[in-house]
């Protein structure tokens, strides 16, 4: 089937922001806060290495179809670069960019040892046969080669891809190299060496830090009201847990419409009916109102866990949360930031609140490396410590400089990396 031709994102089309403007903003808010380090924050503002490649592949009906593809590696000062391949129609370079820098803040702010990378191909994969889908991506593992692997650069799932799009990379890798490379990706399946606990991972990193921030609010998460925006692997994970709580998940949002019940959602219910019908729309029981009434649902909580930019400057004014805990990349732009800011919403952001999976990939990388496998609840264990700890120590930054969460996830993050810059020096 061939594609139809593709579009610019809206935020291209609009004028606005793009991702990778929007974390610049974010560094040049942190740069006061770093001190001597800051001789070296450029760093942060020129990505290491960026590739951009032609995906050609023979379609089921005969065509040759192209497709653009990019991995793009920003910062490997403390590590192998690290980051998710997503497989979607509005797939740019700035956002390619974006996503890549915020993998490095977030690694280092969970201090594991990774640096940031981020991949992608603008394709629509819905409009690809299971035979099309693996022919894009074995092709593009193929053209990326050259610069990922276990101890390069280490891909793994994000929008659109999953364990199965994992396997056929770990496997076109591993030909090419002539080696069983498991380490090349995580989020693999468990058979090839993927980790237990890896596809709750980044909801239960959701849930974990919103806990932690609900204890220092005085927020008795009990009885709590909680909207959820996207139910996918990181969505619908954190309303269950949240759930299982005791909050009321009250409105869920997903690519096709919104449903909302004061009396609270039937999450297992509702995890079913999206298996069977593709969408949240339609559940039994709960009421159905417009995607754009979803921001003016009251609530303890709001989990952003979609796409970047969902929360603007348009839509910031009318939330009515406590909280918001960013599940999604980048779902909040700078401008919003501080209209948030301003009338006293706490933001938990992306850069800790979903570094969950990749602390969990961290964990997959490690077993693959020894082929000793944990079990899951020591894996759920490992992780809820690291992000409990990392959490405390952004909060004590936070109240140290009397500073967003955001900021001082940046301050944290940005001196770890810098600090490694500046002890490694510059070769030649």
Not at 225 to 231: D, E, S
């Amino acid at each position: 089937m061939r594609q139809a031709p593709n579009t610019l994102p809206s935020y291209l089309q609009s004028g606005q922001l793009g991702p990778w403007d929007i974390f610049l903003q974010q560094v040049d808010r942190v740069t006061p806060f770093l001190g001597g380090l800051s001789r070296w924050v450029d760093t942060l503002t020129r990505p290491k290495r960026i590739l951009i490649v032609d995906v050609p592949i023979h379609m089921d009906d005969g065509s040759i179809a192209h497709f653009e593809g990019y991995r793009v590696q920003h910062n490997t000062s403390r590590g192998p670069g690290k980051g998710g391949v997503r497989f979607h129609q509005d797939v740019t370079l700035s956002e390619v960019m974006a996503l890549s820098a915020w993998m490095s803040i977030k690694n280092a702010a969970v201090n594991v040892p990774f640096g940031g990378a981020k991949g992608g191909i603008r394709v629509d994969p819905r409009q690809l046969s299971r035979g099309e889908l693996e022919r894009v991506t074995r092709r593009y593992t193929s053209e990326i080669g050259l610069i990922i692997g276990p101890n390069k650069d280490i891909p793994a799932p994000d929008v659109n891809t999953n364990e199965q799009v994992m396997a056929w990379m770990m496997d076109t890798y591993s030909m090419n190299v002539g080696e069983n490379a498991t380490g090349v990706v995580t989020g693999k399946p468990v058979d090839l060496g993927g980790s237990l606990g890896r596809r709750d991972a980044t909801g239960r990193g959701v849930f974990t830090v919103g806990q932690e921030a609900a204890t220092r609010t005085g927020l008795e998460l009990r009885g709590a009201r909680i909207a959820v925006q996207g139910f996918g692997n990181v969505g619908s994970v954190a309303a269950r847990l949240f759930a299982e709580a005791g909050s009321r998940v009250v409105a869920v949002q997903d690519h096709a419409g919104t449903v909302y019940q004061e009396s609270g959602l039937d999450i297992p219910a509702l995890i079913e009916h999206v298996k069977r019908s593709g969408s949240v729309r339609d559940f039994p029981g709960a009421e159905a109102i417009a995607l754009d009434s979803f921001w003016d649902v009251e609530c303890e909580i709001l989990v952003p866990a979609a796409l970047e930019q969902q929360i603007t400057e348009a839509n910031a004014g009318r939330i009515r949360a406590r909280m918001v805990i960013e599940g999604a990349n980048g779902p909040t732009n700078p401008a919003a930031d501080d209209i948030l800011n301003e009338r006293g919403v706490l933001v938990l952001p992306d850069v800790i609140a979903n570094a969950g999976g990749v602390t969990v990939s961290y964990f997959e990388w490690v077993q693959d490396f020894s082929s000793f496998f944990w079990t899951e609840e020591e894996i759920n264990a490992r992780l809820v410590k690291i992000m409990r700890e990392a959490f405390a120590g952004v909060w004590q930054v936070a109240e140290q400089h009397r500073v967003s969460l955001r900021t001082a996830t940046f301050i944290v993050a940005c001196e770890r990396i810098l600090r490694a810059r500046d002890q490694r020096g510059l070769y030649p």
